[in-house]
């Protein structure tokens, strides 16, 4: 029962994520961590429904879909997802070879080797071991922590940017303390992206596939709550260590670009010392290979749900043999293509990005619709007071997704790749 949520939660906190997270430090420094307290509860209530219709219903989320939006629908839904879901995986093996360059590993060699381990892990192991590994994957995320303390920050500093900086510069006593940013377009367009790279799409799909694999009931469904809580927060703690990393490092040295995460690691080292830069790509390379492994799987399900197609871990290669040859071809033409494309890799994540900030709303509308459906869920839909939060949550991701996906096309047209 306890484990779909922590997973999911933290496996977001990928290659792209931790180079979002770094580089709103770098530009920011502490200005954006308030953003980190509504981002838990958007990620929590979002997640929530899904494994409460999973609990309830003993569907996934493609099923239900399919079976009340039709299958026209589901398919050019499940379309969207593989093409998106490819480049996602692009991005996680991008991040592979950013940080294994940093340790002086070639990404020849580095990311062929990421691949096959990924699948191995998947194809091979029972998913009681499969879910274990992924369980020690969330704890090496406390790099991150180890990190931050090196950056030593001012940490009364940063616990008080967990509120407004723009409400707390009327307070005497804070006022001394809040760095203050202009907020401007490029300020929104961070904690957008924030905010997009922290909740996608792939995240209800795999979530609610994985509470009815496990067989989680009415029963047991108040523990999987708790572990979603669990996963949102510990998820975003991880995000508080990284932003504080940066910008006790990064920012406070007039570093405010950086070019990929890879280039945050390399760049900590004069300022937190080796070890920090060293503690930095271990968890950008622990980040990259969890989401390696998990963002195929959660595609493998979604296409196999929502086509009828026998899915899930706990069944064989020859029981589920359209669920692992999605896995494989995801797995290996992933890596292929980062390996092929070099630097031009970079290029396919920031489309991801784009594409990920485009398929959140339709796919949180869905997730809306069916939750409140008095025939699937009975006396479990939405309270009203969740309702409104649910809402206000999907409204105000949605907007800010957009405005991460217009700013993301424009600017691959006025600066396209060379």
Not at 90 to 111: L, P
Not at 119 to 134: D, H, N, P, S, Y
Not at 367 to 382: A, E, H, K
Request: glycine share 6%; with cysteine.
């Amino acid at each position: 029962v306890v484990g779909p949520g922590l997973i999911v939660s933290n496996v977001d906190n990928d290659a792209g994520g931790i180079y979002t997270y770094a580089q709103a430090g770098a530009k920011y420094g502490n200005a954006v961590l308030w953003s980190l307290i509504p981002m838990t509860i958007a990620l929590y209530v979002s997640l929530e429904m899904c494994s409460r219709m999973g609990a309830f219903t003993g569907k996934g989320l493609s099923d239900l879909i399919r079976e009340e939006f039709g299958f026209r629908v589901t398919f050019f839904l499940m379309a969207a997802i593989l093409l998106v879901n490819l480049g996602n995986v692009m991005a996680e093996f991008t991040g592979v070879f950013w940080a294994s360059e940093n340790m002086g590993v070639n990404r020849f060699i580095s990311v062929p080797i990421a691949a096959v381990a990924v699948w191995v892990l998947v194809v091979q192991g029972t998913a009681k071991w499969v879910e274990r590994i992924f369980l020690t994957f969330c704890l090496v995320y406390f790099s991150y922590v180890i990190s931050a303390f090196l950056a030593k920050p001012d940490w009364l500093v940063a616990l008080l940017h967990l509120f407004p900086p723009h409400l707390m510069q009327y307070v005497p006593r804070a006022r001394e303390f809040m760095q203050v940013p202009k907020f401007d377009a490029q300020y929104a367009v961070i904690l957008a992206a924030l905010v997009g790279t922290t909740i996608a799409p792939w995240q209800h799909f795999y979530l609610q596939a994985a509470v009815v694999e496990k067989r989680v009931g009415p029963r047991q469904y108040p523990t999987t709550r708790n572990d979603v809580i669990v996963g949102s927060v510990s998820c975003m703690v991880i995000v508080f260590f990284i932003i504080v990393c940066t910008a006790a490092t990064l920012y406070a040295q007039g570093i405010h670009d950086i070019a990929d995460a890879g280039t945050a690691a390399i760049a900590l080292r004069p300022l937190a010392g080796k070890l920090a830069s060293l503690l930095f790509s271990i968890g950008l390379l622990n980040a990259s290979l969890f989401a390696a492994s998990i963002l195929p799987l959660s595609t493998s399900y979604v296409v196999c749900e929502a086509l009828g197609f026998e899915s899930g871990i706990d069944r064989k290669f020859g029981e589920a043999k359209i669920f692992y040859a999605l896995y494989t071809a995801l797995i290996f033409l992933g890596a292929f293509l980062v390996l092929a494309l070099g630097k031009f890799a970079n290029t396919i994540l920031l489309w991801s990005q784009v594409l990920n900030g485009f398929l959140l709303p339709p796919v949180l509308i869905f997730v809306l619709i069916l939750v409140n459906r008095r025939d699937l869920m009975g006396d479990n839909v939405n309270k009203k007071g969740f309702n409104w939060v649910a809402w206000i949550s999907t409204i105000a991701m949605i907007a800010l997704t957009l405005v991460v996906a217009y700013t993301s096309i424009h600017d691959l047209f006025a600066h396209p790749a060379s």
